[in-house]
């Protein structure tokens, strides 16, 4: 029977263990699609394989591989990984089925995955962990990347200044603030001095340090465009979802600057973009 919500390369069928496995989150969990999508080439590579895992006598149809991993998707929401792999004991081996999904928080092994060699516990597992976001989650993962995406790009603003990359050098600079201070008219590097602070690579760089500067003082809005609407989460922790009408215009207007923008730049006075969906929006 074939599943609408199974969505395969034209060259890969699924490995035989996994066949059942597949065919009943399918058949449970209409809504969500099992696919290849976002594996890289070299992993689906890996993934695939002229001979059965399980039994090496057993073959794909000609032409074809056998594929022993599948990503999980509810709409555009990546919901963890389906995929078989070999478990080593003593002097033998088993095949198992492999759940991974960021809701598995191990202490040992592998942090978010889980494994089993039954069906039924592996499709336990799958439905348990395989569960959309809700709003909050939605809004704390976001929160969390934003804020380190902010620290990142302010330090890349900073550093070329306050780690005096781009300084003259320092016994010049140090003679001449000692003649400057005691009283010297025309001090020895003078015209050095000054053509290395009045440069374009130099105002550049002080001008994007005293923007992270300025900016590492604000207080920000989270705000996550999801599902046409826009989540938005103030500095005290307050969150809200609107459509972006309804937004305040303050917001409106920075939004639709911040969508113009490159990931992880800085706008004076708006705000900061992290990627195309999530936005720090100064507070008013």
């Given at each position: 029977m074939a599943f609408a919500n199974i969505q395969l390369p034209p060259n890969l069928v699924l490995e035989p263990m996994l066949v059942e496995l597949v065919n009943k989150l399918a058949l449970d969990m209409p809504a969500f699609t099992f696919t290849t999508k976002g594996i890289p080439p070299n992993e689906l590579n890996y993934a695939s394989a002229k001979t059965s895992m399980c039994d090496r006598n057993i073959n794909p149809p000609e032409g074809f591989q056998f594929l022993n991993k599948l990503k999980v998707y509810k709409g555009p929401e990546l919901l963890g990984e389906l995929y078989l792999d070999r478990r080593y004991r003593s002097r033998q081996s088993d095949v198992v089925y492999c759940i991974k999904s960021w809701r598995i928080e191990n202490q040992r092994g592998s942090t978010n995955t889980s494994s089993?060699?039954?069906?039924?516990?592996?499709?336990?597992?799958?439905?348990?962990?395989?569960?959309?976001?809700?709003?909050?989650?939605?809004?704390?993962?976001?929160?969390?990347?934003?804020?380190?995406?902010?620290?990142?790009s302010l330090r890349?603003?900073?550093?070329?200044?306050?780690?005096?990359?781009?300084?003259?050098?320092?016994?010049?600079?140090?003679?001449?603030?000692?003649?400057?201070?005691?009283?010297?008219?025309?001090?020895?590097?003078?015209?050095?001095?000054?053509?290395?602070?009045?440069?374009?690579?130099?105002?550049?760089?002080?001008?994007?340090?005293?923007?992270?500067?300025?900016?590492?003082?604000?207080?920000?809005?989270?705000?996550?465009?999801?599902?046409?609407?826009?989540?938005?989460?103030?500095?005290?922790?307050?969150?809200?979802?609107?459509?972006?009408?309804?937004l305040p215009e303050y917001m409106q207007n920075a939004v639709g600057v911040l969508q113009l923008m490159e990931d992880g730049e800085l706008v004076d006075d708006v705000g900061f973009r992290l990627n195309d969906t999530n936005f720090l929006i100064l507070e008013k």
């Amino acid at each position: 029977m074939a599943f609408a919500n199974i969505q395969l390369p034209p060259n890969l069928v699924l490995e035989p263990m996994l066949v059942e496995l597949v065919n009943k989150l399918a058949l449970d969990m209409p809504a969500f699609t099992f696919t290849t999508k976002g594996i890289p080439p070299n992993e689906l590579n890996y993934a695939s394989a002229k001979t059965s895992m399980c039994d090496r006598n057993i073959n794909p149809p000609e032409g074809f591989q056998f594929l022993n991993k599948l990503k999980v998707y509810k709409g555009p929401e990546l919901l963890g990984e389906l995929y078989l792999d070999r478990r080593y004991r003593s002097r033998q081996s088993d095949v198992v089925y492999c759940i991974k999904s960021w809701r598995i928080e191990n202490q040992r092994g592998s942090t978010n995955t889980s494994s089993t060699n039954k069906i039924t516990g592996a499709a336990r597992l799958a439905k348990k962990h395989f569960v959309p976001q809700n709003m909050a989650e939605i809004m704390d993962k976001a929160a969390s990347a934003l804020q380190h995406g902010l620290f990142h790009s302010l330090r890349d603003l900073l550093r070329p200044i306050h780690n005096n990359q781009l300084g003259p050098n320092q016994t010049l600079m140090q003679k001449f603030l000692y003649q400057i201070m005691n009283g010297e008219t025309d001090p020895a590097g003078a015209d050095e001095i000054r053509k290395h602070f009045t440069s374009d690579k130099y105002h550049k760089a002080m001008s994007e340090c005293m923007l992270a500067e300025k900016m590492e003082k604000l207080k920000y809005k989270s705000v996550v465009h999801h599902n046409n609407a826009f989540l938005v989460k103030s500095a005290e922790g307050e969150m809200e979802y609107k459509a972006f009408d309804e937004l305040p215009e303050y917001m409106q207007n920075a939004v639709g600057v911040l969508q113009l923008m490159e990931d992880g730049e800085l706008v004076d006075d708006v705000g900061f973009r992290l990627n195309d969906t999530n936005f720090l929006i100064l507070e008013k």
